[in-house]
């Protein structure tokens, strides 16, 4: 087949003339699988609040967190990002709310239904440490 046509002034489309051929030669497919959905909880957060700086999303308490990834999970995505907001009297600089074992990551992957989310749970501690004094030295031996 010879055409007088030449590039870039004719893009031939004979792969894209079916659908079933366009699926064969597509590059990239995105499904729900492939995504990870943040979220962001609060301690002593009843129900849930808007985050001003980022329209559309919301902080959860944890009794309105499980009703969000329920709702997460009937759209087919399967894998959270939990983002906790600690209370600040909780934060030191040695993170010692880390090991406690009601804190409130542990607390809110707890009361997770594995029947709704069984796949992946990610999350972030949140406990940064504070500085107590900007002149401390820090010393590692």
Known sequence: MFTKRKFPSTRL??????PFIRDLVREN???????????????DLKGTEAITQMPGISRFGLDSIENEIEELANLGIKSIALFPVINPDKKDEFGTEAINQNNLISNAIKNINPAICAYSITFSLGLRPVAISYNKRWHFN
């Open 13 to 18: 489309r004979r792969l894209r003339s079916k």
């Open 29 to 43: 497919v995105l499904l729900g699988d492939d995504l990870i959905q943040p979220l962001f909880i609060k301690e």
